[in-house]
């Protein structure tokens, strides 16, 4: 999200690129690292860090590194960011957890990846990058792979044009990941196999408001799918009936 | 979180109160109010939403309501509120919720006020006014009272100089609130009979470090404390014995 300035933006602009500079994987930044992320000279990124630090936007450690502040992390939560659905899906989530033990993952499609709404983290220790807010690939994640076979014929062919490696396990070839679509469409349900995490597998299948629009995906995360396939996804399918079941009435 | 913003303050400042004009009770607002609720006049505050729309920080809607938007969602998530707490306090939260079915809640103190850092809604029905990133008073909440218990002197004083009446059941006597804090110390938690909200009782208990210091408290929401106030207090230890133990190790 690294956000370049132009040079005859406003302070406003700059001030928001700033902020911006912050990401999953930039979540401490030192000046340099800040001004460059922002398209900004140190000596303009630094004056804008210190008003940010002397509201509360950002904090600053004694080793001079800049964190996003609590006064950001309240506002950004009053964000309607699907609050609608998570509300919704939470209880639905839990139980899903508690029948499952596994981590339970409620996501969307921004754009051409999928953005995670919603965690809850299972009891059986499986390594999981993702996190609220995260936005992952699709074709290397459960939810993804959903997401991305209700997804416009556009999304689809840029998605395909752009395969990343994650672990030697994920698939890169689009002829096999448009076939996998398809069985997603016609199974109801897409598996990973440690294809964005090694020892990370998942199940994941759409979430249907009362029109029957793909709104969602929800997905698990088990260290194997030997045996479980089917399980997981008869409870994953009660979870998201209920889901759909609670959209329609709300 | 209203921030007047100075007559000299820097356009940084501005943005930033225009942004922390927005508060729980405040998640939509026009023009006007945020102009007010930002100390700018209605031109400078329509100067900088154009921008913060433009790049995404808020949203307006077509009837010209201003909301938070994703970018500044986005860059929240990743200030380092209790990171570590939260992760480790997170399946523990789970297996109290699943042996409950009742709300469960993690909360710090902020200041004089209860912060809620994490939330599993219950199966059970009980009206809950607190979210993540919820302030609420500590003398009306089972967090509240159990961090209040345990806070230095000061923060105990102006506290029960000011006991603010939610319902008719809320305690606004100091020295009554004082007598049920002395109890928190010698029991080990603190209950709540709809104080904060009608039909939601609680029973929240200390959550400590390995150092044994009162770091957070982790409480549970129900319809009614008959019966219930003994076995919600044992599933609550359990709990926060765990987190505890997971905090000393990480």
Redesign the interface.
């Known amino acids: 999200?690294a956000?370049g300035s132009a040079p005859g933006a406003?302070?406003?602009?700059r001030?928001?690129?700033v902020?911006?500079a912050?990401?999953?994987r930039h979540?401490r930044l030192r000046l340099a690292d800040l001004a460059t992320r922002s398209g900004l000279t140190p000596p303009t990124a630094l004056?804008?860090l210190r008003?940010?630090v002397?509201?509360g936007?950002l904090d600053r450690d004694t080793a001079g590194y800049y964190?996003?502040?609590?006064?950001?992390?309240?506002?950004?939560?009053?964000?309607?960011?699907q609050t609608g659905l998570r509300?919704v899906a939470?209880?639905f989530l839990?139980d899903l957890?508690?029948a499952t033990r596994a981590t339970v993952h409620l996501a969307e499609r921004d754009g051409d990846a999928v953005l995670y709404l919603d965690r809850?983290?299972?009891?059986t220790s499986v390594p999981v990058v993702s996190?609220?807010?995260s936005r992952l690939p699709m074709h290397a994640t459960g939810v993804g792979k959903v997401l991305l076979a209700h997804s416009p014929a556009d999304v689809q062919q840029r998605v395909l044009a752009g395969l990343s490696r994650h672990t030697p396990y994920t698939v890169v070839a689009p002829g096999t990941i448009a076939r996998q679509l398809d069985r997603v469409i016609k199974d109801g349900y897409a598996t990973t196999q440690e294809e964005m995490t090694l020892g990370a597998c998942s199940v994941a299948v759409p979430v249907r408001d009362s029109s029957r629009e793909v709104v969602a995906a929800l997905g698990v995360v088990v260290p194997s799918l030997r045996h479980a396939r089917q399980r997981l996804f008869a409870a994953l399918s009660v979870a998201t009936a209920g889901i759909t079941r609670e959209l329609s009435h709300s």
């Open positions: 999200m956000g406003s302070l406003v602009d001030t928001v690129a902020l911006a912050f990401d999953e979540q004056r804008i008003r940010l002397a509201t936007a964190t996003v502040g609590r006064l950001i992390w309240d506002i950004g939560l009053l964000a309607p960011v509300e939470a209880p839990q957890q508690a809850l983290s299972g009891v996190r609220v807010g």
